[in-house]
């Protein structure tokens, strides 16, 4: 994320805004979570503000600012979380199938639960 992220204000919409961030009690993880409150009606439009979502989240931690802001997530295992409103439609599936492998890759962790 650029510089003047901010840490509040959540929603998926707001592309360079950081969610929540907190530590996972049990694990010890760094937790960045994405606050999704969209329905899928259009599901190309609500995949690319995910994505795009998402793209500034692992900016945010890879250029270092997550730990600039946070100093005692340093050296955390880290996960990115999304909280959906509503459930994944069967065609946005194979999305979360190849974020999922994309950010382990990059050897973070990945998980997406709906209310």
């Known amino acids: 994320m ?3 992220a901010r840490l509040s ?3 998926v919409e707001k592309i ?3 969610d929540f961030i907190g530590i996972d009690d049990p694990t010890g993880r760094a937790v960045l979570t994405i606050s999704d409150h969209l329905p899928w009606e259009d599901v190309k439009s609500h995949l690319f503000i995910l994505q795009e979502k ?4 692992l900016r ?3 250029c270092g600012e997550m730990t600039a802001k946070r100093p005692e997530l340093a050296g ?3 996960i990115i979380s999304v909280f959906l409103k509503f459930p994944i439609p069967n065609e946005a599936e194979w999305f979360f199938a190849k974020t ?3 950010i382990e890759a990059a050897g973070f962790g990945f998980e997406v639960r709906s209310l």
């Open 76 to 78: 955390r295992a880290i």
């Open 60 to 62: 945010f931690i890879e």
């Open 100 to 102: 999922l492998a994309a």
């Open 9 to 11: 204000q959540m929603t």
């Open 16 to 18: 360079e805004v950081v």
């Open 54 to 57: 998402l793209n500034a989240y």
């Open 2 to 4: 650029a510089s003047s």
